[in-house]
């Protein structure tokens, strides 16, 4: 395998871990799941990353999804441009969150009103306070292996940064607290039906990922989402389809637009700001109504709807509806999904959907050969799926370093770069 030099990366992680817990921001970003050094990224444009030490790799973490048109897409940065020279935050009205606003709320239909704020998890936050509050219940349904941001109640059996971690709760949530949180498998209607015969009167809402896609791409039957909604409602409680990821990016509008399916409540980011620190919940009128100064659940935020997230994300969602790139993505994500299971020859499986993609490495034991629920990824993802890692990053290809994490195909990958991969992953499983 080749050897890059990583020496500067190296020196900065020892400082970095001196003054931060683990050396990063994030956990994931750390590279425990992978093991190794984590690149510190110096600059980055359309679909590449180079890092300090000067190597440069073709990127498909692409920020954990928000950059669907590619590092420094022009048009984002021509309207973050033009918003800084009028200045970063007022902490008043303006006009761009009014505008990005309507554009969101004019073309998706759940969204006839929605709040921005600074993160998916703080999105996430909001829409429970007021599912909560909407049906006067505490209890919250989520499912094993779905992510919903670090809110507390949410951090029970929750993938992403917790699915590398011996356990899949996070320390320092209160044992009353977790309590109000019911855990049912995805792919288990079964399972939901008989929570709500226990807890069906405390429980306030179910919320989901509708395509699972912090524990691995676990694809559910648009059935399932639909009936999730059916029995939320048959028991009044509320449906919350947690679209921090699938926003935008499944299709304009979301999982809700692309499936006509109805949730009371969104979530929304990392799309919806380009790539800048962003966050929306949104839903039924009546509902967002409820919300402060409207109603009397209170959210608030100093930076929210901060002018330069909001160009930014303005820039992006009217290019991704004037440009309409979903089609064209999802078509080439399940081309290169097909070619890499190809090259592997058949070592690795592929689970796909829209422009994420997420390779299975081991036997798949399930009746319809699809892997719906974190219990049912091989035991033998983590330490393949690091092998390969290292392997490609040699070889100049960033992926999540996490085998439970997905790959996100951007429009700045060219046909050239998808190519180069699916060669070198066939180098990796036949070696000449
Ligand atoms: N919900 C989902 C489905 C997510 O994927 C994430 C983040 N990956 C979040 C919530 C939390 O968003 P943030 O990291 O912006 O707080």
Not at 128 to 151: E, M, N, P, Q, W
Not at 254 to 280: C, Q, S, W
Not at 352 to 376: C, E, H, K, L, Q
Request: charged share 20%.
């Amino acid at each position: 395998m080749k050897a890059l030099n990583t020496s500067r990366s190296e020196a900065l992680f020892e400082r970095a871990k001196k003054v931060t817990p683990g050396g990063v921001h994030s956990p994931v970003r750390a590279f425990r799941g992978v093991g190794g050094t984590p690149r510190f990224v110096r600059q980055a444009r359309g679909s590449r990353i180079t890092d300090v030490d000067g190597n440069t790799y073709l990127d498909f973490c692409m920020s954990w999804g928000p950059l669907i048109f590619g590092h420094q897409d022009p048009d984002v940065a021509e309207a973050v441009r033009g918003a800084l020279g009028r200045g970063w935050s007022y902490g008043a009205a303006e006009e761009t969150s009014l505008e990005l606003a309507e554009f969101i709320t004019s073309h998706v239909p759940v969204a006839q009103k929605v709040r921005f704020v600074n993160s998916g998890t703080e999105a996430v936050m909001a829409a429970l306070r007021v599912a909560r509050g909407a049906t006067g219940r505490s209890k919250i349904l989520k499912f094993d292996g779905c992510y919903h941001g670090h809110v507390d109640s949410m951090l029970v059996r929750a993938g992403s940064g917790l699915a590398e971690m011996a356990s899949p709760d996070s320390a320092g949530v209160s044992a009353s607290v977790a309590g109000d949180t019911v855990v049912v498998p995805l792919d288990d209607l079964d399972a939901v039906r008989a929570a709500f015969e226990k807890h069906g009167r405390d429980i306030a809402a179910i919320i989901v990922e509708p395509v699972p896609a912090n524990n691995g791409l676990l694809l559910q039957r648009e059935a399932f989402l639909a009936d999730l909604i059916a029995i939320a409602h048959k028991h009044g409680a509320l449906m919350i389809f947690d679209e921090v990821i699938t926003g935008f990016r499944v299709a304009f509008g979301g999982m809700a637009a692309r499936t006509g399916l109805k949730p009371d409540l969104v979530t929304y980011g990392k799309i919806i700001g380009g790539g800048f620190p962003v966050g929306a919940y949104a839903g039924r009128a009546e509902l967002m109504d409820l919300v402060a100064p409207a109603g009397p659940f209170y959210q608030a935020g100093t930076l929210s709807a901060n002018p330069v997230s909001m160009a930014a994300g303005l820039a992006m969602l009217k290019k991704l509806h004037s440009t309409d790139p979903y089609d064209a993505l999802e078509r080439r994500t399940a081309s290169l999904s097909e070619r890499l299971e190809k090259a592997s020859r058949g070592r690795l499986r592929f689970q796909n959907y829209a422009s994420m993609f997420w390779g299975i490495a081991g036997r798949i034991d399930t009746a319809d050969g699809f892997v719906r629920r974190p219990d049912r990824i091989p035991a033998a993802q983590k330490e393949e799926y690091a092998k390969l890692f290292h392997f490609l990053l040699a070889e100049g290809y960033y992926f999540a370093p996490s085998g439970f994490e997905v790959s996100f195909l951007a429009t700045a990958h060219s046909d050239a770069d998808l190519d180069g991969l699916v060669h070198k992953v066939g180098e990796y499983f036949n070696p000449r």
